[in-house]
Structure formats: structure tokens, C-alpha cells
């Protein structure tokens, strides 16, 4: 089994900053991309920045310029750096990953989710 566990959510005026941070443990052969995701009431789950097993990020428009993705191969870690936020910013933002188990089964994880809230 692999768990996901995030950190880092909270409320925050607009302009402020977050940063979300995913730690994965278990039964880890190798991590593919990484990524984060949210979810905002009424909504579907979209996309925010995803990470290749090499550093290349990726990032949904509405991010780019603000939102920086990083993550530490050694741990097993994936951090989110929210900058510049936006009341439609506001969202519960999850954690995944792409993992190859010590089984050699490649499959999607997810963390539980962090809210995220930024006020006008």
C-alpha cells in the first residue's frame, strides 16, 4: 500500500501566499509524475501542476507565473508554492502520484486533501 499525506492548507487573504507540501510512504518501487490537483464546490477535480519523474513541471494556465511545483526524489516529497492567490484560488487542493508499487503495479494514488481558502 502507498499513502499520500499533504500538509500546508489554511485560509489566506488575496495576494498571500501557501505552500502545500505531499510526503508518499509504503510500498514504493519508484514514483512516475507527481502532481496536485483541486476541487472547488460544484466543480470537477481540475488539474493545477503536475511534476515528471525528472523535474519537467507542467502547470494549468490559470497558475502560471504564480504557482511553482518542486519535488525531492530522495524523500519522496512533492511541494506546491502558491504565490500571488486569487479568491478563485479557493479549493480543496489533493495530492498524486503515479507509483510503481514493490509489486511492479503502476497505479494512481491520492492524498485525503487541504482545503485552501482565500478571502477578497
Known amino acids: 500500500q502507498v499513502q499520500l499525506v499533504e500538509s500546508g492548507g489554511g485560509l489566506v487573504q488575496a495576494g498571500g501566499s501557501l505552500r502545500l507540501s505531499c510526503a508518499a510512504s509504503?510500498?514504493?518501487?519508484?514514483?512516475?509524475?507527481m502532481g496536485w490537483y483541486r476541487q472547488a464546490p460544484g466543480n470537477q477535480r481540475e488539474l493545477v501542476a503536475a511534476?515528471?519523474?525528472?523535474?519537467?513541471?507542467n502547470y494549468a494556465d490559470s497558475v502560471k507565473g504564480r504557482f511553482t511545483i518542486s519535488r525531492d526524489n530522495t524523500k519522496n516529497t512533492v511541494t506546491l508554492q502558491m504565490n500571488s492567490l486569487k479568491p478563485e484560488d479557493t479549493a480543496v487542493y489533493y495530492c498524486?502520484?503515479?507509483?510503481?508499487?514493490?509489486?511492479?503495479?503502476?497505479?494512481?494514488?491520492w492524498g485525503q486533501g487541504t482545503q485552501v481558502t482565500v478571502s477578497s
Open positions: 511534476i515528471t519523474s525528472i523535474g519537467v513541471p
Open positions: 509504503g510500498s514504493i518501487f519508484s514514483i512516475r509524475a
Open positions: 498524486n502520484a503515479v507509483v510503481r508499487t514493490t509489486d511492479y503495479i503502476v497505479k494512481d494514488y
